[in-house]
């Protein structure tokens, strides 16, 4: 009787590595995407020796937005929405970001507040986005109590910029040419409150974990990126200046209101998941400094321009002329014309470099938007971080990344 021997199908993760025997002890282990610290669409396959992580192949995944293609079949003002949701840890400067790539394209200057106001939020929202990224970490080594401590700090945030904007997350408050309002009464009352808050919830975090040994033996000298390794991969940011050196876009080539500030640039020393730790929490200390100077050199005005090619008319005026009529009517049917032409323009969000290249045919829809996501860049370094590490380093080393999936859609 003659019986067929059926041959086992090929592992296509296993053969993605180099060829083991089955019995050399090595095992390949997914982490994620179902797992609650890869923060819900990464996958990162590692080959394991025991608890030691031989090699990784870390994948984004997809979030399935089509964020970019979508921008092609919008006007240039209805795409503000959208770039919100990036990184919807810090909206706004992803608003201001963009905002900026249109402005330089239109010939547009900023009035003297919206450029001060912009830069105060912008530091606004980069705290917000260093304390979410902490305060995960830390929940994800176990240590609750400052997780909650810096979650409630950046709910008093996320509060307070609702009562400005009106929406928690995704805030929409930029405009091409200002903002779409100046602050409510009371908001600068209610600033000052809240970073008197943050010196006592971050004092605390400090006395809890800056000289834990649990925290600094799971921290210290894990996850090292080297320097080189850093600047090879286009890394920018916390990661980056975590290597040493201080490259920061709000220094070396100033926007808005930063080249009237004083501030530093926090760097690191062996690149180690404890020195982004560090360089997060000084950073926000130096935000938190240069949201006091915005406030004492706020000046008085208006907060958008009166550009006619992209400033809406006052409504009164809609209302009475027919010159207004046509121009608001025109602007938010056909959106603001942006002169043909092609442009690459960066502002320093809170994980790094976030760039726009816009491409224009002069129309009211732009026709290519891609945006040079600093989470999507960092990701292609995190292999690197991971080899060699222990099973238990991963989660930790992942999270000093700050991968904000929302932002890698492609």
Sequence with gaps: MDMKVSRPIPNPVRSAFAPTGEDDGRVIVNIGPSHPATHGTVQIITELDGERVL?????????????????????????????DRL???????????YCGAVEAMMGIELTPRA???????????????????????????????????????????YEHLADLTGARVTYSLGRIGGLARDLPEGWLTRLDEVLDEYEVYVGRIHGLVDRNRIFIDRLRRVGVLTQAQALSYGCTGPMLRSTGLARDLRKDTPYL???????????????????????????????????RQCVANLPAGPVMTDDPRCALPDKRLVYREIESLISHFKL?????????????????????ELGFYLVSTGEGQPWRVHCRAPSFVHMGVAHLMLQGGQLADVVPTFGSINMIGGECDR
């Design 257 to 291: 209101a930063y080249a009237e500030l004083d501030f530093e640039v926090p760097t690191g020393i062996l690149g180690d998941n404890y020195d982004r730790y560090v360089v997060r929490m000084r950073e926000m200390d130096e935000s938190v400094h240069m949201i």
């Design 332 to 352: 938010v049917i056909d959106g603001p014309r942006v002169p043909a032409g092609e442009i690459y323009y960066s502002q320093e969000g809170a994980n790094g």
């Design 87 to 97: 990184n919807y840890c810090s909206g706004l400067i992803n608003d201001f970001a």
């Design 115 to 157: 450029k001060w106001l912009r830069t105060l939020l912008s530091e606004y929202s980069r705290i917000a986005d260093h304390l979410t990224c902490i305060a995960a970490a830390l929940m994800e080594m176990g240590a609750m109590t400052a997780f909650l401590y810096l979650m409630t700090l950046r709910d008093y945030i």
């Design 55 to 83: 090699r990784t192949d870390v994948h984004c995944g997809y979030l399935h937005r089509g964020f970019e293609k979508e921008c092609e079949a919008h006007t240039w003002h209805n795409l503000i929405p959208y770039v």
